[in-house]
């Protein structure tokens, strides 16, 4: 059950800081860009690391709010949902 727990949270992260550098790429060559709900998303779902390391090393998305914001929420509410597994 940790293994495949673990194997979910590392291909979310994955995907989440793969799809920070597709939109980036996407918006430096003026194609159509990812929604900003999709990149949530996949940070609400298990890949926030990967996001803030996508975000940090593609410098994007970093001055943009309400994203900024919500990304932080999401962090946030993922550290604390953490530290109270780890005490159950």
Known sequence: MQALLLTAWLLANLIAF??????KRRARRGLRRLPERTLLLWAMAGG???ALAGRRL??????KQPFSTLLWLIVAAQAIAAAAWALL
């Open 18 to 23: 793969s799809l920070f550098g597709m939109d």
């Open 48 to 50: 926030s690391a990967g």
């Open 58 to 63: 593609f410098r994007h998305k970093t001055r």
